[in-house]
């Protein structure tokens, strides 16, 4: 199927190249580096939600010993740029815009909210200097929830937006919306809500900036996602040119859309280095991660589905409030990605979406790992609330309602084709791997001993890239550019722009470029994290796989054309006639003729050939993504619910999926398993909580709580085969597919489990005590037909 | 302040820390020793696990000054200069990790635990490293690490070099064979990943 | 996160401790395990001017069994409780419960003493200890008291120790012939605090119960017991009914807290549940201990 050369890596679980550093402690992370000379910041933080700063005082804290300095909001806007942000301004997200300061000066909008930084000897003096700060607050009436927010009443928190409202209603259409729910059998309404939860990498938010004020530059050893998104923040907050800001990273350990461009602890960072004249390091504390560091999905859909008497969902009607919390992120770009995706691989016929978005004063809303993963939530919800009604098993209705593959391809009603999907053969291979009728036998023996078993399923598609669209991809990420480079030492050398912090790039694309070029697998190293040598690029919506596996593909195909052009004058063979394997460019049919890569590039180096002889051996290669495609799957989990407890046990969790040609199994297994355990975690753990004075309730890890490995079953997984779109790059993405989809699986299974209750579940976390409301409030009229 | 020794991987080491400084701080900022991470410093998160005394334990709720006169072990000592000990190369057989900051914490505490366990069984293996978070790998692969290693050390000859992974035949990272067959699972069909026995219990007891 | 400036001593024998007690009273912690109290320093939930460290004093380590009684030292480690035989034998509540005390990391540093000296209500020792009415001895500058379990509990992480005195020693009362213990929780997750536990023990003759314990932890400021259940269950003989009731029984009056993991009737709810199951355990137990 795929057309690289020699195929000894790609396909294999080619162990990591990052692991030996990894399993030894010598990772590199940004706390882990020490700098001459090198600061230690803490924060000033609000502890009221809604408040007018009335006056700040950090004399105390100046005057303590250790304390090297202290800023305070408006300090550091005298040495600041005010701006839009920079990730924001770079996908050019447009819409009204609210005016705050780095630092807050004159309101605080959520508890946490910074608002001053203290420099001193060690992170322990620093905060020892936070303690001395003194701040006077007015309390103003904390907007903390969505309803509030929408009430003109709510006291803006933004002086120059004078509402609440981040994005005002819109509303669009898809198809015949009036005429598909005057003509379908029945119509259902209701409300879903998805809670708050996020990202909580185990390496929090941290960065080291280093002003050098000889040369009027700043390097900043960063924890991020992308290194030139976040040299953008800085150079454009710092208002400096931007060939004068290097960003290093090293090892990062997690982020799952955390740290995606510079937040304004990293920007205000930056500022107190140059102000100070000397290297500073921040790291967050769980705490700050918890409460300061940004959370997300905290969605509310009014949804009207339009069904047919046999189980046809013929089109919806939602509309979408999303709680975007104090400071504007990318929470605002999200409505527009689930009314994209909301008809997924199903044949809807019409769909009309509205949505808003509204502020309030808790932490921002940043982009969690699918950011717009409601848009399955709610579709696989909606899916079994039909099929109870009528009496139809969970995969029955989705095989009913799936779109098939055709030629030329569905397309969904919002526009994307739904070419090469194969949810339907995901949704069989799931029925051979999970029994159905054995599990409903083995639940109803359970029923009858008072236990409680419950099976759900759930399909998805996401476009990790999609397919291609006929007007092209557009965007400042439609294009993977990556330089690569046959060294002295024999080393072909990748620089590209992704930013791995788990995805294990280091070793997936010198596999993709030991294949395609020629050379061992130990003979590509992969250069990553340092802006003065890399291209543009960031790590993020799933991309990886196909953008920089392909532009590594392609990559290395030009590299070794190159090479070989090159050769053939060293050879005096023509470049037809020779090829690479092993290391070594030999003429076909002689052996002896071989030569290290290495020593040809040494060769090339040497200056002996002329001018009519290219020997620079480096492209510069880019890659649209190719014919793209889906990736996608169907996940299913049987659960225990114990009834009395509410405590919920995922006993097994299977999957069915589709992530295109595999690079390396181990690895996309662990990027499902990881995006699995997350949705999991939500479902029966994970809840920001704030109380309605808007204070933070899950501070730290006794509170926010994280799935263990007591919570998280043996996932299995099949991969089914893929459809190829594409002549040579069919790689997907999947970092974020386990995550869309397992909080509808699980959701699905636990409704299953407690039907007899009549439970009918319109939520996605159910810890146990909700488990125990949602029984006692059930009406058992409700149960299954036929139950 | 005061002066402590210690013995840290096997090495004397004296500091003067603070009485606050936690041991955790103390073993990253005054020996450099950076391979312990902090993920919480409340206790709950197990990224700061390091052995003292025999016992694996969170550095970051020990003082320093407490270590004093104490045995400590931290991921950096765990294996011979340069090598990997039998967990460590079970562990990257086994793709156990990916960003890696929890890793030493869950490699200290899984060596602990299986030197007094050698040959606990999953359920026990997943009890004993519940209280440490992972976030990116949904813990099968670190599990299995665990599973292999103890594996290899039933099977390993006493005499062996500590360092060395005793099964010459191990997986090894590019097979030299370009005709080699691709992926792990012996049975391309069949899902990776499931439980040797179907009928196995829930993975948590109440 | 880190921990607020603060002075520090290691007293080597237990009069020293008292010493330093008696002269910072207030202002002191005692730093046994740490494994709680250290976290509330790095959460500067707390901030002591001195920390008394008392893990370098010997004599306060140790299980021994006298006279019907179990006597650990406070500075007992949890994972040295979990591998005592003498605990396991003689008082099989204590070792049921032991192991559910966090991970074993926790139980590598915390204590016996420590547990029941800071008494969080969610925690599992204090129910362990109201359930058995252990006994608390504690050192002051006046010299020895003995303290009852149920008069240790005050309040919130309050105990009726003063601030110049040590807790140095625990007692739990040496399992007797027919009883059953069994000790239950409900936990988010493996190793995390009860969101309810229950300590049962019954002691059956000739068919019923003659002794009943029961002792909640999660339900209130401090451990429970639940006398109005406990009087109900004796003389009767063991059944699901009876259990029932107890559990109703045990229940009517608690009002338990609210919080991010529980509303106070889902609390209620979980601890009836859980007296069912441990009055079925414990008698269960109580037949193998004939």
């Known amino acids: 199927m795929a057309a690289i050369a020699a195929e000894r890596y790609t396909g294999a679980s080619i162990k990591r190249s990052e692991d030996p550093r990894i399993l030894t402690g010598a990772g590199r992370y940004v706390d882990d580096i020490k700098l001459p000379g090198m600061l230690h910041a803490a924060f000033v933080r609000s502890p009221l939600a809604h408040a007018r700063v009335l006056s700040i005082d950090v004399s105390a804290a100046r005057a303590l010993p250790g304390v090297v300095a202290a800023l305070t909001g408006a300090e550091l806007e005298e040495i600041t740029v005010p701006g839009p942000d920079a990730l924001m301004a770079l996908l050019g997200v447009e819409g009204p815009t609210p005016e705050f300061t780095l630092l807050a000066t004159d309101k605080v909008r959520f508890a946490g909210d910074p608002v001053a930084i203290v420099i001193a000897e060690s992170r322990y003096v620093a905060e020892d200097g936070c303690e001395l700060v003194e701040v006077e607050y007015d309390d103003l009436p904390p907007v903390t929830n ?57 390496e929090g938010r ?78 967050e ?46 929470g605002v770009t999200v409505p527009a990605e689930v009314e994209e995706m909301l008809p997924g691989p199903y044949k809807l016929a019409a769909l009309g979406f509205e949505s808003t978005a509204v502020i309030t004063n808790k932490a921002s809303y940043v982009a969690y790992r699918g950011p717009w993963a409601s848009e399955t939530f709610l579709r696989e919800r909606i899916l079994d609330l039909i099929a109870k009604d009528l009496g139809l098993d969970p995969i029955e209705i989705r095989l009913r309602n799936v779109a098939p593959r055709t030629d030329p391809p569905a397309v969904m009603i919002t526009g994307r084709s739904l070419a090469g999907v194969t949810t339907k053969e995901s949704l069989e291979r799931l029925a051979q791997l999970v029994d159905l009728p054995a599990f409903r036998r083995r639940q109803a023996e359970a029923r009858a001993q008072g236990r409680y078993l419950g099976i759900g399923v759930a399909a998805f598609i996401e476009a990790a890239p999609g397919p291609r669209p006929p007007e092209g991809r557009s965007g400042p990420l439609s294009t993977e550019s990556m330089r690569l480079r046959l060294e002295e030492d024999g080393i072909v ?135 793209g495609g889906w990736s996608g799957g169907s996940h299913c989990a049987i659960v225990e619910v114990d009834v009395e407890t509410g405590i919920v046990t995922v006993q097994r969790y299977v999957v069915a999926a589709d992530c295109g040609a595999l690079i390396n199994p181990a690895i996309v297994e662990g990027q499902i398993r990881g995006g699995v355990a997350q949705g999991i975690g939500a479902v029966l753990l994970e809840r920001s909580a704030y109380d309605e004075d808007g204070n933070c309730q899950s501070a730290t890890f006794m509170d926010y709580l994280v799935p263990t490995a007591c919570d998280i079953p043996r996932i299995e997984i099949a991969h089914l085969e893929t459809v190829p779109l594409d002549a040579d790059v069919n790689f997907r993405g999947v970092g974020e597919g386990g995550m869309l989809v397992a909080p509808p699986t699980v959701v699905n299974a636990i409704e299953d489990a407690l039907s007899p209750f009549g439970v009918r579940i319109y939520e996605q976390h159910l810890p146990p005590a909700r488990i125990l409301e949602l029984i006692a409030a059930a009406d058992p009229g409700q149960s299954v037909a036929g139950d | 302040m005061a002066d402590i020794t210690l013995r840290v991987n096997g090495a004397a080491c004296t500091g003067s820390p603070e009485a606050r400084k936690t041991l ?20 709950a998160c ?38 990997l000990g039998t967990l460590q190369q079970a562990m990257w057989d086994s793709h156990s990790f990916q960003c890696g900051f929890c890793t030493p914490g869950m490699v200290m505490q899984a060596v602990a635990f299986l030197s007094d366990h050698p040959d606990a069984d999953e359920q026990q293996i997943r009890e004993a490293l519940s209280g440490n978070i992972c976030r990116c790998t949904g813990y099968q692969s670190i599990i299995d690490g665990v599973l292999l290693a103890a594996e290899r050390s039933v099977n390993s000859d006493p005499a062996a070099p500590p360092g060395a992974s005793p099964d010459p035949a191990a997986p090894r990272g590019a097979s030299p064979d370009p005709a080699a067959p691709r992926g792990a699972s012996p049975d391309p069909a069949a899902p990776r990943g499931a439980s040797p026995d179907p009928a196995a219990p829930p993975n948590r007891e109440r | 996160m880190k921990l607020p400036p603060v002075d520090y001593e290691a007293p080597e024998t237990v009069s020293e401790a008292v010493e330093l007690l008696a002269e910072h009273q207030d202002e002191a912690s005692v730093l046994a395990g740490g494994q709680s109290l250290i976290p509330l320093l790095a959460l500067r939930l707390a901030h002591p001017a001195v920390l008394i460290d008392i893990n370098g004093i010997a004599e ?196 338990p807290p609210a919080d991010v993991h529980g509303s106070s009737e889902y609390r209620r709810k979980a601890a009836a549940a859980l007296v069912r199951r441990g009055l079925r355990a414990a008698a269960d137990n109580a037949g193998e201990r004939q």
């Open chain 1, 493 to 627: 050398a990748l620089f590209t722009g992704q930013m791995p912090h788990g995805q294990s790039h280091q070793t997936t694309l010198a596999q993709i470029a030991a294949d395609e070029f020629g050379v061992p697998f130990e003979q590509v190293r992969v250069v990553v994290g340092d802006t003065d040598v890399v291209p543009f690029g960031l790590t993020g919506g799933s991309r990886a796989a196909t953008m920089a596996g392909g532009v590594a593909l392609h990559g290395a195909r030009q590299l070794k054309a190159k090479v070989l052009d090159f050769a053939s004058h060293l050879m005096e063979a023509s470049a037809r006639d020779l090829q690479i394997t092993d290391g070594r460019i030999w003429v076909r049919g002689d052996p002896a003729s071989a030569i290290a890569v290495g020593e040809v590039a040494r060769r090339a180096a040497s200056g002996q050939f002329g001018s009519g002889v290219d020997a620079n051996l480096e492209v510069e290669a880019a890659f649209d993504g190719g014919e």
């Open chain 2, 46 to 83: 197990g990224a700061c696990t390091v052995i003292v005394d025999g016992r694996a334990v969170r550095s970051c709720l020990m003082l320093a000054v407490q270590a004093a006169g104490s045995e400590v072990t931290t991921i950096e000592g765990l294996a011979p200069d340069g090598g």
């Open chain 1, 206 to 283: 941290a960065c080291i900036a280093s002003y050098d004020a000889d040369l009027g530059a700043m390097t900043v050893y960063a924890s991020t996602q992308s290194v030139h998104v976040t040299k953008l923040a800085v150079a454009m907050r710092l208002g400096m040119e931007q060939d004068k800001v290097r960003v290093v990273s090293g090892d990062v350990g997690g982020s799952f859309g955390l740290k995606i461009g510079a937040s304004r602890e990293e920007l205000a960072v930056a500022a107190a280095s140059r102000a100070v004249g000397r290297p500073v390091k921040w790291v």
């Open chain 1, 146 to 202: 969505a309803s509030f927010a929408l009430d003109p009443s709510s006291p803006p928190l933004f002086a120059n937006l004078g509402d609440n409202i981040a994005r005002p209603h819109s509303r669009s259409e898809f198809g015949d919306v009036s005429a598909t729910f005057a003509n379908a059998d029945r119509v259902i309404d209701f409300r879903v809500g998805v809670h708050r939860h996020q990202n909580v990498p185990m």
């Open chain 2, 24 to 43: 955790a701080d103390f073993l990253r900022d005054d020996l450099s020793l950076t391979g312990t991470h902090l993920g919480c410093e409340h206790g």
């Open chain 1, 285 to 330: 504390d769980r705490g700050e991660n918890l409460t300061a560091s940004g959370q997300a999905r905290e969605e509310s859909f009014d949804v009207r589905a339009a069904v047919s008497n046999d189980g046809d969902l013929l089109g919806l009607d939602v509309k979408m409030v999303i709680d975007t919390g104090a400071y504007p992120g990318l």
């Open chain 3, 60 to 255: 306060l380590s140790g299980v021994s069994k006298t006279d019907g009684w179990v006597a650990i030292g406070a500075m007992t480690r949890e994972y040295v409780a979990e591998e005592s035989e003498t605990i396991a034998d003689d008082v099989p509540l204590l070792a049921a419960a032991l192991p559910l005390i966090g991970h074993e990391a926790i139980r590598s540093r915390g204590t016996v003493g420590g547990s029941l000296a800071h008494a969080d209500p969610a925690a599992e020792l204090p129910a362990v200890a109201r359930a058995l009415d252990a006994e608390f001895v504690v050192r002051g500058p006046s010299g020895e008291r003995v303290i009852p379990a149920a008069e240790w509990f005050e309040g919130f992480l309050t105990t009726s120790r003063r601030p110049d005195e040590l807790l140095t020693e625990v007692r739990f009362p040496a399992v007797g012939p027919g009883t059953g213990t069994s000790f239950q929780e409900v936990a988010r997750r493996h190793g995390d605090f009860a969101i309810v536990g229950l300590a049962a023990s019954l002691t059956l003759s000739d068919g019923a119960i003659g002794d009943a314990r029961l002792a909640f932890a999660g339900v209130s400021d401090v451990p429970v017991r639940a006398r109005d259940a406990e009087d109900l269950l004796v003389g009767e003989a063991p059944s699901p009914q009876l259990f029932d009731q107890a559990a109703q029984r045990a229940t009517d009056d608690i009002d």
